[in-house]
């Protein structure tokens, strides 16, 4: 059965660099969710640019160890992580447009 609780807390804004662009890390919500001693934190990510564009980023942290994994959840944790992006004005904002049909008219 799996574990869910409070995640580690990490600096916020804090750095990131892709080739395409550099900027901070400017929200985030995650939780901590273990099985059989096995542990990791989902997490969503608000990233800003330098110039302004922001994006969200899914991805998976092991305590403060950023995973080059898959972000995989079951209802457990989505509802678990849906808790914390109500208290996250931005990333809950850019969220609910992935439920509205044609928001930009694609």
Known sequence: MIKIREAA???IPRPFRFPWGVGNVVEEVSIRCSVDGESWEPTIQLLEYEDGRQQVRFCV????RFRRMPLIMGTEE???LSQR???STNIRNLLVRLTRSNPRGA
Do not use: F, L, Q, S
């Open 78 to 80: 989505i509802d678990a």
């Open 9 to 11: 807390t990490r600096k």
């Open 85 to 87: 992006v109500k208290r």
């Open 61 to 64: 942290y092991d305590g403060n």
